[in-house]
């Protein structure tokens, strides 16, 4: 059985797939559920959920639509963790692979870089780097990234390590194959499913971390997103707490949901790896 059929028959795996497929039609959707600028005043301030048919999640401080803001923050928080996570697998998975592959002095070096990024608390990376840089969506996805390559590289380091010393690389070092050939087509390819189960889990301190920086101010002002809503309901949380409870419930929802297809994913590739050993 193959492991998207293992995966679906996981309950925890099924469930954020579930989330995820939600969160991907909301940002999909957006345009079309609320065409225009989610930031636009759209009508009276502070209107409370379920008041006005034209505006089911209420408004803001400002008159701008809740329900708008959170179908284009779920779009702004999948653009953002795919992206962070896409970069930081890359980085990481290259950086492993040349440690793990090399040896010898090439691998010392790259561990102690490694080692190096793993000292310092992601998200103070990314605080840094924005706030020195400046605030733009690239900009941001760079910060996370550079805080979340580090544990892919260790990671990929250890599975090469072990898979190098199988007898079906030491038949391909025989019969003449090139040392690069080796590296992607026998060790890389046997190497990446633990590896790729551990994205799931970097897409959500994506989204964690890009939210933050947004409520401390430091995210794109120009898009919405859910740590900017978070933060706008911040000085009417007595009077109007749902400007914060529903985006804060759509990021814990979020970040619940990529969890659980991290561990459907998981225990479905962990499951294909000991068949195969």
Same mark, same amino acid.
């Given at each position: 059985?193959?492991?998207?059929? !293992?995966?679906?028959?996981?309950?925890?795996?099924?469930?954020?797939?579930?989330?995820? /497929?939600?969160?991907?039609?909301?940002?999909?959707?957006?345009?079309?559920?609320?065409?225009?600028?989610?930031? @636009?005043?759209?009508?009276?301030?502070?209107?409370?959920?379920?008041? $006005?048919?034209?505006?089911?999640?209420?408004?803001? !401080?400002?008159?701008?639509?809740?329900?708008?803001?959170?179908?284009?923050?779920?779009?702004?928080?999948? &653009?953002?963790?795919?992206?962070?996570?896409?970069?930081?697998?890359?980085?990481?998975?290259?950086?492993? =692979?040349?440690?793990?592959?090399?040896?010898?002095? &090439?691998?010392?070096?790259?561990?102690?870089?490694? $080692?190096?990024?793993?000292?310092?608390?992601?998200?103070?990376?990314?605080?840094?780097?924005?706030?020195?840089?400046?605030?733009?969506?690239?900009?941001?996805?760079?910060?996370?990234? /550079?805080?979340?390559?580090?544990?892919?590289? %260790?990671?990929? !380091?250890?599975?090469? *390590?072990?898979? %190098?010393?199988?007898?079906?690389?030491?038949?391909? %070092?025989?019969?003449?194959?090139?040392?690069?050939?080796?590296?992607?087509?026998?060790?890389?390819?046997?190497?990446? #499913?633990?590896?790729?189960?551990?994205?799931?889990?970097?897409?959500?301190?994506?989204?964690?971390?890009?939210?933050?920086?947004?409520?401390?101010? *430091?995210?794109?002002?120009?898009?919405?997103?859910?740590?900017? =809503?978070?933060?706008?309901?911040?000085?009417?949380? !007595?009077?109007?707490?749902?400007?914060?409870?529903? #985006?804060?419930?759509? /990021?814990?929802?979020?970040?619940?949901?990529?969890?659980?297809?991290?561990?459907?994913?998981?225990?479905?590739?962990?499951?294909?790896?000991? @068949?195969?050993?």
């Amino acid at each position: 059985m193959s492991w998207p059929r !293992r995966l679906l028959r996981r309950p925890e795996g099924l469930a954020g797939l579930a989330i995820l /497929l939600v969160l991907l039609s909301a940002g999909l959707l957006a345009s079309i559920i609320s065409p225009g600028d989610p930031l @636009r005043i759209a009508g009276r301030a502070l209107l409370a959920p379920f008041t $006005d048919r034209a505006f089911p999640l209420g408004t803001d !401080r400002l008159g701008r639509d809740v329900l708008a803001g959170l179908l284009y923050g779920a779009r702004t928080s999948l &653009v953002v963790g795919l992206a962070a996570a896409f970069s930081a697998m890359i980085l990481g998975v290259c950086v492993g =692979m040349a440690a793990g592959f090399a040896g010898g002095i &090439v691998d010392e070096a790259l561990m102690r870089v490694v $080692d190096a990024f793993q000292i310092v608390p992601g998200f103070l990376l990314a605080l840094a780097f924005v706030s020195t840089i400046g605030v733009s969506t690239p900009i941001i996805v760079l910060a996370i990234a /550079l805080g979340a390559w580090a544990d892919p590289a %260790r990671l990929t !380091r250890a599975q090469v *390590l072990a898979i %190098r010393e199988q007898d079906y690389v030491a038949s391909a %070092r025989v019969i003449g194959m090139h040392p690069a050939e080796i590296a992607f087509r026998e060790i890389l390819p046997n190497a990446l #499913p633990p590896v790729l189960a551990l994205s799931a889990t970097i897409v959500a301190g994506a989204i964690l971390t890009e939210a933050a920086l947004s409520f401390l101010g *430091l995210g794109n002002p120009n898009i919405a997103t859910w740590g900017s =809503m978070i933060a706008e309901g911040r000085s009417v949380l !007595r009077s109007a707490s749902y400007l914060s409870i529903i #985006p804060g419930a759509a /990021l814990a929802v979020t970040v619940l949901g990529v969890h659980l297809f991290s561990e459907g994913l998981g225990k479905a590739l962990g499951n294909d790896g000991a @068949r195969a050993a």
